[in-house]
């Protein structure tokens, strides 16, 4: 037998299998579930969206970005105008802020790849703040105190009409069905994209140039169009997020749409305590995140205080992440990248 190179294992397989059943369940969960979990599961599947495109920028490019705010606000906003200014439908509107977040991105890796370490990521916090400092000048949007989408837009979007007659609910319910429709495809296909990505070769080329870009271009990876792609590819899905994130609260504020805090912060938190370059690590943080706030929320400053110990605890302990973790002490890959060459015919006559 010709021994071969594969990334298949059991534990893949099985994962594979149960995350078409838990697609199929999301999808017709609405039919069942209450607006309040529609909702909640809304805020955890674009958490999850935005916490993958970082871990795919730092966990497997080593671009530590704390500047990710600015492609969600920029995004936001692109989707805003559409409407607003130009007459889209919210739905229809939300590539717009993709584009948006991919036009912002170009003259921001341009500047940011010529800094390094702590100075790219204080780099691009700047260029987020100087985005934010003038999308508040934007009169026709609301300027500093923002704007709203307008009452005609969003009692016509499209796909509304459908929903509530096929689930007899309200207006309002029914744009939550379908703002976590779309989280939930957008969510897939973050998760999708990215595993795939890391499966082939350009997954190969990109762990080499975050472990060493010097050696990976000594062996021909072109370590600055890889960082180009994979900056802007993030950048335009954080925009995308973006734009459905403010579709669904048809509400915003330049400090909101680039808050630091809600769009890069937790994020950072989401994928350090689940586990830094594993997909599976965003997931589980994403959990352990909701569950925090949903525990602590009320607590004020007590609750920002808490995330930060639990995180600094995760970081002395378990410095791969909780993932890493259980990873380590089992063995346990549910999408794994790992390349193991099989096929060997051993002594005895086993492979």
Do not use: C, H
Request: no cysteine; hydrophobic share 60%; glycine share 10%.
């Amino acid at each position: 037998m010709q021994p071969t190179v594969t990334t298949r294992t059991r534990a893949g397989t099985i994962t594979a299998v149960l995350a078409l059943i838990l697609i199929a369940v999301g999808l017709a969960l609405p039919a069942f579930a209450s607006r309040s979990l529609i909702q909640d599961l809304f805020f955890i599947l674009t958490m999850l969206t935005l916490a993958q495109l970082w871990n795919l920028l730092a966990g497997y490019g080593g671009l530590v970005s704390v500047g990710q705010q600015a492609f969600v606000g920029i995004g936001a906003y692109a989707m805003f105008a559409g409407v607003i200014l130009w007459g889209i439908d919210p739905v229809l509107a939300i590539p717009l802020g993709g584009l948006a977040a991919l036009l912002l991105a170009i003259p921001t890796a341009f500047f940011a790849f010529r800094l390094a370490g702590a100075y790219f990521a204080i780099g691009t916090w700047v260029i987020a703040e100087v985005t934010r400092l003038l999308i508040a000048q934007w009169k026709a949007l609301g300027g500093g105190t923002g704007t709203s989408l307008p009452r005609e837009a969003t009692s016509d979007i499209i796909g509304v009409e459908a929903i509530r007659t096929l689930f007899d609910v309200r207006e309002a319910a029914a744009r939550d069905i379908l703002a976590y429709w779309l989280a939930l495809a957008l969510a897939v296909l973050t998760i999708a994209a990215i595993y795939a990505l890391l499966r082939n070769r350009l997954g190969l080329a990109l762990a080499a140039v975050r472990d060493n870009a010097e050696a990976a271009n000594s062996v021909g990876v072109d370590a600055r169009r890889i960082r180009w792609a994979v900056f802007l590819i993030a950048a335009a899905m954080t925009g995308l997020v973006g734009a459905l994130i403010y579709v669904q609260t048809a509400r915003i504020s330049p400090d909101a749409a680039f808050s630091v805090t809600d769009w890069t912060a937790y994020v950072i938190f989401i994928v350090v305590i689940g586990g830094i370059g594993r997909i599976e690590g965003p997931i589980l943080g994403v959990l352990v995140f909701y569950a925090l706030q949903t525990l602590l929320a009320d607590y004020g400053a007590w609750y920002l205080l808490t995330l930060g110990l639990i995180a600094i605890a995760v970081m002395l302990f378990a410095p791969r992440g909780l993932w890493g973790l259980i990873s380590d002490r089992t063995g346990l890959q549910l999408f794994p990248v790992q390349r193991r060459l099989t096929g060997i015919t051993m002594k005895g006559g086993k492979t």
